[in-house]
């Protein structure tokens, strides 16, 4: 251990507990100890001190015990002579900052309300307000969702700014390529490097994954907190266990340190908290290193690191694993672009919006088409400069292993095969269809010819194991999309009849869905044709493509086995797959039920069912809603409680498309059970749900279902469900 780095983080953790001290004080006299203390529609309290401790922070006075803890983990002031030849000590110091600093960013929040944007994505550069500060839950379970399935491989921690904004952009979109998130804290000089991106006219904010935390080195706490919030709600970690939270968070949460610019010592105080984590430091200036086993399997600190270098030797540190795909396009390709928006301003003209887009993925025999072949019938982007025209695209695909339910998995990826191209916009599929090209990339040569090349490459890469064969044809001309159109929607309605039409007793194999189980170790989806996945991302036809693209995948196949309850839908087959896969924690399963062993909930569930006793019935509440609900609970705080693979009877979650499924809670009673959702989602969801209504013989059910404009108490609710004469109160006692 250097005794540099010992004497730096020592002196910058004192200096920021005893600032931190300070401004606890001031607020303290000025708003008194029951002055709200927050990060806005956030669950677990303030997450590191949470996580760690267990300490619920609410107010000013709640949150007098962290900051006294940080003061007491302190270790003595020591020389710059002095050898401090253990890392525990300055973990420790590193740990107080952290807390210090945790509440010091919920009272800026107090302080200064407007200072970040709370619940926004995309931060309103054009009116000078950059920093977003804490990511509110629905966007960390959107983005948790993206490390669960492998669309994102880690977080690049970005403290300080790069030497130019020129270096700063190719830093950038060199993580973006490789799918990694870019957190950007602190300024060095006067700047940040996300105001180094906004010179370049980079796009800044959680869609295009560089994420401006906050100017100061204390909105690290963001970053860290983000990672124990997931711990949290996807990996079921409990409150206190800290050894537990932060081993998860090194196993499963790829993340790490640039410090680019002079460390000083506050710097370096929250570089050894970052350690806590498993989280590496590599920086651009010669700092000691630090190298000591057991936190772990890398060096903690590595110095003098070229700016060209950075991103690789940060990969080769933490250990990233990184999938690139190379396609030859005049435009960077990744995940990280999908977010991407092209405005107005930069817009060089657009398909659909005003006009026609439609898009179709059709099986063909193998001697039908030309592997490779791109066609472009019409206008290309160079002549159809400023305003919307009509684009048909087609992708036809044949290979031996191809089936024709496979068509509409194919086709959407479209949408994110498309958005992953830099400078490029697209929205929407079928025949809503929208995609915008940018200035920029015309200005790079790209044309209809590179959709075409993407297309290809991709289908390639992803299916390969079904295809042999992708040709694709773009038309452009008004009269040939308008053809083309016609023949598209009744392809639409023929598959769409094929799913609805399906019920669990014509399949005797369900499927798993175990893409959570990097997060929810215990969770296992089963996916059936009337249970569709939590998540609500795959269908059973999804999961059946999906097994056959990757045998050994997430998606494998489970024998339904001896029908054990088939109101319930509890199967013989079911229970021991799950058993065997939940690590032998979950014994039953009941598909049809929320009140008998329901299935397990990763956290990452579109909605969140509840049972309401006294209306005997059921609530359900999507990741959208963020205000109360009867149960006395949020979304987020529903989604804390049972997320991490739990199986909590009277819960329930599931996806907005199985509300209207004849499955869904079958085993209940089944929709007659519901008394209330928010209202966003009835008119969600309302032609399927009126649909599925008269079927039960209920045909205005739909409106006899409370929601928020009603009241957001149980007695409320149970009052409107009197008044409405809803079938609940008529039916047998739920809990019985």
């Known amino acids: 251990m250097s005794k540099l780095v010992a004497f730096a983080v020592v002196q910058g953790a004192y200096n920021i507990v005893s600032k931190a001290e300070g401004i606890y004080k001031k607020a303290l006299e000025k708003y008194g100890g029951s002055q709200k203390l927050e990060f806005p529609d956030t669950a677990y309290y303030l997450p590191i001190i949470y996580s760690l401790t267990g300490i619920k922070v609410t107010d000013l006075d709640s949150a007098k015990k962290p900051l006294e803890l940080a003061r007491a983990l302190l270790p003595p002031h020591i020389k710059r002579d002095c050898h401090l030849p253990y890392l525990g000590p300055i973990l420790d110091a590193g740990m107080a900052a952290l807390f210090a600093e945790e509440i010091v960013e919920a009272i800026r929040y107090v302080e200064d309300p407007d200072f970040y944007q709370p619940g926004v994505e995309d931060p309103d550069v054009e009116n000078g307000k950059i920093w977003l500060g804490a990511a509110d839950d629905n966007i960390m379970r959107k983005r948790g969702v993206e490390c669960v399935d492998g669309s994102t491989a880690g977080f690049a921690a970005i403290v300080g700014a790069a030497p130019d904004s020129e270096t ?35 796009q800044i904010g959680w869609n295009t994954r560089l994420i401006p935390f906050g100017p ?5 706490v963001f970053s860290l907190g983000f990672a124990c919030r997931v711990a949290m709600a996807f990996g079921g970690m409990q409150p206190g266990n800290y050894k537990e939270i932060l081993t998860y968070c090194k196993d499963r949460v ?35 290193e630090i190298r000591v086993t057991g936190i772990c399997p890398y060096e903690h600190i590595v110095a003098n690191v070229k700016h060209d270098e950075i991103v690789s030797k940060s990969i080769e540190v933490r250990g990233v694993k990184v999938t690139i795909t190379e396609i030859d396009i005049p435009v960077a390709y990744g995940p990280a672009f999908e977010g ?47 305003k919307s025209w009509p684009l048909a695209i087609h992708v036809q695909v044949a290979g031996r292993e191809m089936q024709e339910d496979f068509e509409p998995i194919l086709e959407r990826q479209i949408h994110h095969f498309i958005n992953y191209a830099q400078y490029i916009m697209h929205i929407g599929q079928r025949d809503i269809a929208w995609i915008r090209i940018s200035k920029k990339a015309t200005e790079k040569g790209f044309t209809l010819k590179h959709i075409g090349k993407i297309l290809h490459a991709k289908f390639h890469q992803d299916f390969g194991s079904i295809l042999d064969k992708v040709q694709v044809t773009l038309y452009t001309k008004p ?62 036809l999804d ?16 024998e339904k086995g001896e029908v054990l309850d088939e109101e319930k839908g509890e199967f013989k087959g079911v ?28 956290g990452c569930c579109e909605c969140i069912a509840a049972v309401l006793p006294n209306c005997n019935g059921i609530m359900t509440v999507h990741r959208d809603y963020t205000g109360d609900t009867p149960c006395g609970m949020k979304f987020t705080t529903l989604a804390g409680m049972m997320g991490g693979g739990q199986q909590s009877p009277g819960f329930l979650g599931h996806s907005k498309f199985n509300i209207a499924q004849r499955k869904f809670l079958k085993g209940d ?30 045909p205005d059910l739909l409106d006899r279902i409370a929601d928020e404009t009603v009241g957001t108490d149980e007695a409320t609710v149970l009052e409107f469900l009197k008044k409405k004469d809803h079938p609940a109160l008529k039916m047998p006692p739920i809990m019985g």
């Open 254 to 288: 790829f993340a790490f340190v640039n410090a680019l610019g002079e460390v000083n010592a506050e710097w370096a105080a929250n570089a050894a908290g970052a350690i806590n984590w498993g989280v590496p430091v590599i920086a651009d200036t010669d700092i000691p």
């Open 216 to 220: 100061d080195i204390s909105s690290v």
């Open 543 to 558: 999961c059946k493509a999906a097994h056959k693209i990757n045998p050994t995948g997430p998606n494998q196949p489970v």
């Open 340 to 386: 991407e928006r092209v405005r107005k301003d930069d817009l060089y003209c657009e398909f659909g919006g005003k006009a026609l887009a439609v898009e179709l993925c059709k099986m063909v025999d193998m001697n039908e088409i030309e592997d490779g072949k791109i066609e472009i019938i019409g206008p290309d982007i160079p002549e159809l400069e400023g």
């Open 168 to 202: 700063a952009k190719k830093i950038a979109e060199e993580y973006q390529v490789k799918s990694i998130y870019v957190l950007m804290h602190a300024n060095q000089n006067g700047t940040t490097f996300a105001e180094q991106l906004i010179e370049q006219g980079v």
């Open 575 to 602: 229970n021991e797959f799950v058993f065997k896969t939940s690590r032998q924690t979950v014994e039953r399963v009941c598909m049809y039920s929320i009140v008998h062993y329901p299935m397990t909930t990763c």
């Open 669 to 698: 009673g089944g929709i007659l059970r519901l008394v209330w959702m928010p209202k966003s989602l009835k008119e969600e969801i309302r032609e399927r749900f009126e649909q599925r209504a008269k079927e039960v013989g209920v």
């Open 479 to 540: 009269e040939d999309v308008e053809k083309f159109v016609e023949k598209a929607r009744a392809e639409y309605k023929k598959r769409d009849e094929r799913v609805e039409k399906m019920t669990d007793e014509d399949v005797d194999i369900f499927y798993s869905c175990t893409l959570c189980q990097s997060f929810a170790p215990n969770h296992v989806c089963v996916v059936s044709p009337e249970r569709t996945g939590l998540c609500g991302a795959y269908n059973w």
